[in-house]
Structures are given as structure tokens and as C-alpha cells.
């Protein structure tokens, strides 16, 4: 996994309330088999007027240019600007993949849905809750400002905005130190093998018809 | 000391281990899979040289791509077909419990894990689908999660998991004729919004749920996520014990009455204290009818689409205009003018017995209406439909003219053939009305089984209770 440290990126709004996962990723692209080749799909239904399709070329498909993530001031945006209870609905990891695949680094929203939220940990990806007015506040600088960056400081938990006003974050300390060392969960778990495994015969002893 | 929620007797249960700061490693007794959110995590333990660590947790069928055409012999579409492939030789590669397809028994993961006791009060369910939360009605801890947790799960047996804060949802009092476990969620999710669960586990209690069937128990469970909260649950009593008695992976002899005995104390003890609670007159809910694009816009059949105008909340009254023009719906409609172009009935909400025979018995002898392009009944496993051809449903739904399908997801999500076109009107028993969910730009509206079927009779939405 990527570590996540630092990042001084470039902001894109997605002006919508509960934005769910087949929005983010439609689901006809869930049919792969692969962690990859999701990033042009991203926002499909709303980045393009023509039905997308697995393995499409998208240089020429017809883009909606009212989109956001369509405007020439948003090309190379790392960080993405939502609404409450972004990322609800299916609990698609692609959403994420499509997303981290795009280039999207770092997510701002005042909530998100909880699947959303920890699958965007695994792939490195770091989602922000922040209050609703400081979002509604980040959404209007962002419109206001061609080229609207903001930094992330994951150690210290603060977004700075470029008058250099600084918001402060809260993140789970164990989310926080994977993310910072990149560290992959699996191998992380698989240090407890035998603390598992401790509770595996008390749990046999305990209710062994989850054992037969 | 306050006593114990079921939600906490569920977690304490199993913590292999806890830090300080609360991070837990929590085991998973029982693993489902399916083919959309797992190829990648088989890939990543073969990459990684892993092996499952308990494999006889796993049970694995592929229902998300897999046609409904009565008789199917292969999948024509090549993309859904290599995913279900690659289902099958991971799934028999590592001899996992399988359903693949043509065994009777396989269907909607959701609907199978119950119906073959797969799914026991107590444990702790886990599958790539957020609506693992279908089996919290057994007062198991269930709920989904995404294909990194998924191969985190095979790969260990547990996950990392922060405890949530816990809601009590309590419906008290007796439903009104007409009106079922589908409306009492509904009437839920309109009422503390979609975003209302998010980091909570609801326990769902009161006479009303107590009174309910497993089946509407389960359709109660299974929208928990639409109203944010990551898992649901009720808690056991005799109605959940005989439910799972005999089933074909439920435990047998003593070891049954050694397992029932510890499940009856799978209920909330009576001083716990939940974080937040919640009540419902059961006897006020109506017929529900969502008129957007999120399952909490939602209203009573007699009610009318709302005015955005009306709405104080600049971020609310926008959603709605959204949803108005995604809809092609204008403020103030009646619900019951709403024409329908095609209803569903199915999904892991809807998709069970009883289900089908709600909506038999309103259509018994009558006729869908001739404005309506298709009206598709998909029962949610294969044994459900062995179950309601034995009843003989099938001939009341075909006479009616409905079309009587092989087992799956189907049109609840469109991963297959069976779609709705833009602009279309659906009438549909499943969970999503996300833009998009039942084919690009269709237009979803969730009701229940009986709503359905009578809406499909009128070819638009009627009140069930007076048809
Ligand atoms: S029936 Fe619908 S909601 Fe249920 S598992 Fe299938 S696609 Fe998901």
C-alpha cells in the first residue's frame, strides 16, 4: 500500500449529497476481475453522454462539460470536495480503486458512509470529515478560486487552505499509523496468528457447533 | 454496571484482541462470497502465497451476473461469464463450499446463508455485499465490507474493526392489514434519513418487529444499511430458533440443544443503554412509496410527491430538485398517479417465500395491466422457487401475466440482461433507487411485494389496502 504523508493538491467539488458508489463507479465495470482500469470510468454517468462500457477507449467519448471533474480548472485535482454521506450505498471497493486510479489522493466531506470510509484506508486513500459549514465554506473558496489548492498534513491532522487558515482533523490513531508507514493490514494481523488461534480452541470449548 | 446491548454481547464475544485506543481484531465465523467483490482477493492470496485460514467458514455461489432466463445454459455476456468463471475454479480450486450453478441450491447469497443454516444466532457474518446486514435477524453480528477486508478475512479469519455506538429502533404496536416489514423500514429510513445509522449498529426491537415472520425480520435487517448503519439486528426468541431448527447446516441433537440454549440469551439485557433510541407507532405506518433517488425519499401511497420548494435545508431542497428531474416527477403529484412501465419482484429484500406469496395473493385471477412493458417475478434461491412452484405461484403469476424466472440478483442491480431503459418507471421490491440502479437513467420506486403486485395490476400505484 502507498503511504500517505503529505499532500499539496488541487481541489475538485462534487456539489451533490449522498453520492453513492454506483455513482462513483456504475456497475457494469464491477464486472472485472481486476484491481485496475477504473480511473476513466470514474463518475461515469456524469463525466460522459454516452453509455461507458468496460475496456472503452474514452479519449473521444462526449463529455459532459457541466461536470466538474470535465473543467479544464479542475485537470489534475488530487484532493475531492463532497457532500454528506459521500460514498453510500454498495460496499464496492472499486469506488475506491476508481477513484485512487483518477488520481484522488485525499477526500473532503462533512460524513461519509462507513463501508466507503474504511475501504478508502486500504488503498491508501485518506477521507477528512470536517464540519458542514467549513465544507460549505471550502466549496465556495473552490468556485471562487481558479486553481484552489489545499494542504494536508496527515502527521499533524490539519488542512491549510492557501490564506493559510488551518483546520484540524480527527483520524484513528491505528488508520493513522498504517497509512503514514503504508502498512498492510494482512501482515499486520498475521502477527497475532497465535492469539487467533488462542481463541479459536476457547471458542470450540465455548460453542463448538460454529466449529462443526 | 448497565447491562449489555445484544450488540455488545455479540462483540465481546469475539475480540481475539483489543488495543487501548480501541482498535479490535474481531473473528468472523462465517464468510460469504460471491463473484463480483472477490475475484481480486482470491488473486491477492495467490499472490501473496496465502492460504485461507479456515476454509469451512467460507460459502461461495455467484448471483449478481447470473441470468434469470428460465432453462439458461450459458452466460452471453463474455465479461459476466469470465467473472463467474473465475468464481467457479477459485471456488473449486480451494474446495470451498459452493453452490455453482444448476445445484438448486444456489441463489442470493443473502437469501441461501439462511435458508441451509449457514447464517446461526451468534456468529459473526461477513461478505462483499453491504447487505450482509440481511442476517443480523438472527441476532448474528453480519455486515458487508470491501475486497481488501475480504481477503483480510480469508487470509485470518478476522478483521480490524472499531466498535460502533448502538441505536435501539423500537416499532411497537400491531401493523395494519396491508402494510409489512417493507413499509415499517421504509417508514424508518424516511424518518431518520439515510445517513441516520452511519456509525451505529441498530438493534431492531418492539412488538411490532417481535411479531414479525425471520423473512420480515430479514427484510428489516437488510435495508439497515440504507439508513447508514453498517449492521442490524433483532434479537433471538422462539420465532429464530424454529426457524433454524433442521436446516441443513444448523447443529443436531445435543450439540442443537446445547447451541439453542446459548442462543436465548442473545437478547438486549434490560437495563442496557443504548447511545441513541429511536421509536416507531407501527400502527401509524402506511403503504410506502419512494418517489426519488435515496431510499429516505419516501412517502405514504396516499401521500404526494413533495415541493422542494417547501424545503428550508438549501442542500436538501437541491437534492430534491435532482431527484425531481431525474424522476421526471412534478412536486405535488399523487403517488397514485405515478404510471409504471415495468415491476420487479425479487431481491435479497424481497425475494423469499413469503414474499411471493404476498404478491400471489393479490394477483390471484387477475391480470397485469396492458400499458405495463414487463412485470418480472425472480425468486431469490432456487429452492424458494422449487418452493412457490410447489405452491403452484408460478401459475397464478404467468396466468396474470407475469414472467417466472430462474434465481438471482437480476434486476435489483442490472448486472445482467434484465434492465430497465431511460426513463423507464419501475415499481420494484428491492432496496436501491440510486440513479442508475436498475439500468441507466431508469426510475426506481421501492415498495413491497403486495404494493408491487397490485401496482402492476392498475399500472400505477395503488393503495393495496383498498384494491
Ligand atoms: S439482490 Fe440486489 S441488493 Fe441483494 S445482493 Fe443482489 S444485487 Fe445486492
Known amino acids: ?65 457541466e461536470f466538474a471533474l470535465n473543467q479544464p480548472r479542475y485537470q489534475g485535482a488530487t484532493i475531492l470536495l463532497g457532500r454528506e454521506n459521500f460514498g453510500c450505498g454498495s460496499s464496492r471497493e472499486h469506488a475506491v480503486w476508481a477513484l485512487e486510479e483518477y488520481g484522488v489522493r485525499c477526500m473532503i466531506a462533512p460524513s461519509f458512509a462507513d463501508i466507503f470510509f474504511s475501504n478508502s484506508f486500504k488503498s491508501g486513500l485518506l477521507p477528512i470529515p470536517l464540519a458542514a459549514e467549513t465544507v460549505d465554506r471550502l466549496f465556495r473558496e473552490v468556485e471562487a478560486t481558479s486553481g484552489y489548492r489545499l494542504a494536508v498534513d496527515l502527521a499533524a491532522q490539519t488542512v491549510t487552505t492557501p490564506s493559510g487558515e488551518t483546520f484540524r482533523f480527527e483520524v484513528d490513531p491505528f488508520r493513522k499509523e498504517c497509512l503514514l508507514n503504508g502498512w498492510d493490514d494482512i501482515g499486520l494481523t498475521l502477527r497475532h496468528a497465535d492469539e487467533i488461534r488462542a481463541y479459536e480452541n476457547r471458542r470450540q470449548q465455548e460453542a463448538p457447533w460454529l466449529f462443526a | ?37 472477490s475475484p481480486q482477493a482470491f488473486e491477492g492470496l495467490k499472490l501473496t502465497g496465502r492460504q485461507p485460514w479456515r476454509r469451512e467458514s467460507m460459502v461461495a455461489m455467484a448471483d449478481h451476473n447470473t441470468p434469470t432466463d428460465p432453462g439458461f445454459t450459458t452466460i452471453a455476456d463474455p465479461v459476466s461469464r469470465l467473472q463467474v468463471e473465475t468464481l467457479d475454479a477459485n471456488a473449486r480450486g480451494l474446495k470451498l463450499r459452493y453452490f455453482p450453478i444448476g445445484d438448486q441450491r444456489r441463489g442470493i447469497v443473502h437469501v441461501v446463508g439462511p435458508e441451509q443454516g449457514a447464517t446461526l444466532p451468534g456468529m459473526t457474518i461477513v461478505c462483499g455485499d453491504s447487505h450482509t446486514s440481511t442476517h443480523g435477524a438472527f441476532a448474528a453480528l453480519a455486515f458487508g465490507i470491501g475486497t481488501s ?151 405514504s401511497v396516499d401521500g404526494a410527491v413533495p415541493d422542494p420548494a417547501r424545503e428550508a435545508d438549501p442542500i436538501k431542497r437541491q437534492s430534491m430538485e435532482q431527484a425531481l428531474r431525474y424522476m421526471g416527477l412534478q412536486p405535488n403529484t399523487p403517488m397514485t398517479q405515478i404510471k409504471l412501465d415495468r415491476v420487479f419482484i425479487g431481491s435479497c429484500t424481497n425475494g423469499r417465500i413469503e414474499d411471493l406469496r404476498a404478491a400471489a395473493a393479490v394477483i390471484k ?41 430462474e434465481q438471482g440478483c437480476s434486476m435489483c442491480l442490472a448486472m445482467n ?50 384494491f
Not at chain 2, 28 to 37: A, F, G, Y
Not at chain 2, 224 to 241: K, L, N, P, Q, Y
Open chain 2, 365 to 405: 385471477g387477475r391480470k397485469v395491466a396492458a400499458s405495463l412493458k414487463q412485470a418480472l417475478v425472480v425468486p431469490g434461491s432456487g429452492l424458494v422457487k422449487q418452493q412457490a412452484e410447489a405452491e403452484g405461484l408460478d401459475k397464478v403469476f404467468t396466468a396474470a401475466g407475469f414472467e417466472w424466472r
Open chain 1, 1 to 65: 500500500m502507498k503511504s500517505f504523508t503529505q499532500l499539496d493538491g488541487l481541489v475538485v467539488p462534487v456539489d451533490r449529497a449522498n453520492v453513492d458508489t454506483d455513482a462513483i463507479i456504475p456497475k457494469q465495470f464491477l464486472k472485472s476481475i481486476k484491481r485496475t482500469g477504473f480511473g476513466d470510468f470514474l463518475f461515469d454517468e456524469w463525466r460522459y453522454h454516452d453509455h461507458g462500457e468496460p475496456g472503452m477507449d474514452c479519449t473521444n467519448r462526449p463529455r459532459r462539460t
Open chain 2, 149 to 299: 477486508e475480504v481477503e483480510h478475512v480469508m487470509a485470518t479469519q478476522c478483521l480490524i474493526q472499531k466498535k460502533a455506538k448502538s441505536m435501539l429502533v423500537r416499532v411497537d404496536g400491531q401493523l395494519g392489514p396491508g402494510v409489512t416489514a417493507k413499509d415499517i423500514i421504509l417508514a424508518i429510513i424516511g424518518k431518520i434519513g439515510t445517513a441516520g445509522g452511519t456509525g451505529y449498529a441498530i438493534e431492531f426491537g418492539g412488538s411490532a418487529i417481535q411479531s414479525l415472520s425471520m423473512e420480515g425480520r430479514m427484510t428489516i435487517c437488510n435495508m439497515a444499511i440504507e439508513a447508514g448503519a453498517r449492521a442490524g439486528m433483532v434479537a433471538v426468541d422462539d420465532t429464530t430458533i424454529e426457524y433454524v431448527k433442521g436446516r441443513p447446516s444448523a447443529p443436531q441433537g445435543d450439540l442443537w440443544e446445547q447451541a439453542a440454549a446459548a442462543w436465548r440469551a442473545l437478547h438486549s439485557d434490560a437495563d442496557a443503554v443504548f447511545d441513541q433510541v429511536v421509536t416507531l407507532d407501527a400502527t401509524a405506518i402506511q403503504p410506502q412509496v419512494t418517489w426519488g433517488t435515496s431510499p429516505e425519499m419516501v412517502t
Open chain 2, 1 to 37: 454496571m448497565a447491562g449489555k446491548t445484544l450488540y455488545d454481547k455479540l462483540w465481546d464475544a469475539h475480540v481475539v484482541r483489543a488495543d487501548p485506543d480501541g482498535t479490535t481484531l474481531l473473528y468472523i465465523d462465517r464468510h460469504l462470497v460471491h463473484e463480483v467483490t
Open chain 2, 417 to 466: 440482461a434484465d434492465r430497465l431503459l431511460a426513463g423507464e418507471h419501475c415499481a420494484s421490491t428491492s432496496n436501491r433507487n440510486f440513479e442508475g440502479r436498475q439500468g441507466v437513467g431508469g426510475r426506481t420506486h421501492l415498495v413491497s411485494p403486495a404494493m408491487a403486485a397490485a401496482a402492476a395490476l392498475a399500472g400505477h400505484f395503488v393503495d393495496v389496502r383498498r
